[in-house]
């Protein structure tokens, strides 16, 4: 059984900390300053002009923060499943734009994002909590609708492969990379979380479904074992 939503907005609260280095990004995660960098790099390329950014799973608003080192004085909207997540990012982005701040608590799945609110939707490590293959499509689809035209919309994840072989390469790899950030027990402990708590997408379904949500352009920004950064801009 995978951890229900109150189990993981309980443990996202007690969690805070770990999501409030903007120099690391979420360090359990390969590649997460590059990530965050490339990330916010291609949101500005894309669209210089936004005047709105939604941060879907925003944590400590490290995303936020990023993207307004390039586009600065956004408004922004921030949804999170963790009221003190949120407070510290309210805080943080707060600090750094002279736009309006907004918080949202609650679940994607349910949170109503409107039409044509937003100029940047960004989603980073927080779409692999989503369930059913229905779940995923509906998501996209809300963030599809939720841009205006010419919007864009930025992902970072974990992911899984479509081939058995790969993947246990890639797990591997990564449980190389978390031995050496702290130690073996440090590897396991996030082993037990990920199972727990989460059921990633192959990045080619993750892209397809972008494409069957309106997205023509789309594009990966990086992949490094079993994380990718992609996005696609609604035209």
């Known amino acids: 059984m995978k951890s229900s939503v109150d189990e993981i907005r309980e443990r996202f609260d007690a969690d805070v900390e770990r999501f409030s280095d903007l120099s690391t990004g979420q360090s359990a995660t390969v590649d997460a300053s590059l990530?965050?960098?490339?990330?916010?790099?291609?949101?500005?390329?894309?669209?210089?002009h936004a005047r709105h950014v939604l941060d879907v799973g925003c944590g400590a608003g490290n995303y936020t923060l990023k993207l307004l080192e390039h586009v600065p004085n956004l408004d922004a909207t921030l949804i999170d499943l963790s009221r003190p997540m949120l407070d510290r990012a309210v805080e943080r982005v707060g600090r750094a734009?002279?736009?309006?701040?907004?918080?949202?608590?609650?679940?994607?799945?349910?949170?109503?994002?409107?039409?044509?609110?937003?100029?940047?939707?960004?989603?980073?490590?927080?779409?692999?909590?989503?369930?059913t293959?229905?779940?995923w499509h509906a998501v996209f689809a809300a963030f599809h609708r939720a841009l205006r035209p010419g919007g864009a919309l930025w992902v970072f994840d974990l992911v899984?492969?479509?081939?058995?072989?790969?993947?246990?390469?890639m797990w591997r790899?990564?449980?190389e990379y978390l031995t050496s950030l702290r130690d073996a027990a440090y590897r396991d402990h996030v082993f037990a979380y990920i199972e727990r708590e989460d059921t990633p997408r192959p990045l080619g379904f993750q892209l397809d479904v972008m494409r069957r949500a309106g997205f023509v352009q789309v594009d990966v920004l990086h992949k490094n074992s079993c994380f990718a950064a992609f996005g696609g801009v609604k035209t």
Do not use: K
Not at 37 to 43: H, K, M, N, P, R
Not at 161 to 168: F, G, H, L, N, R
């Open 35 to 48: 990530a965050m960098a490339l990330v916010a790099e291609a949101a500005a390329a894309t669209t210089p």
């Open 97 to 131: 734009t002279t736009g309006t701040v907004t918080a949202r608590q609650g679940d994607i799945r349910e949170v109503d994002l409107g039409h044509r609110q937003f100029d940047i939707v960004l989603a980073a490590a927080v779409l692999h909590h989503l369930r």
């Open 133 to 135: 293959d229905a779940e």
């Open 160 to 169: 899984e492969s479509t081939i058995p072989a790969v993947q246990q390469v």
């Open 173 to 175: 790899r990564y449980g």
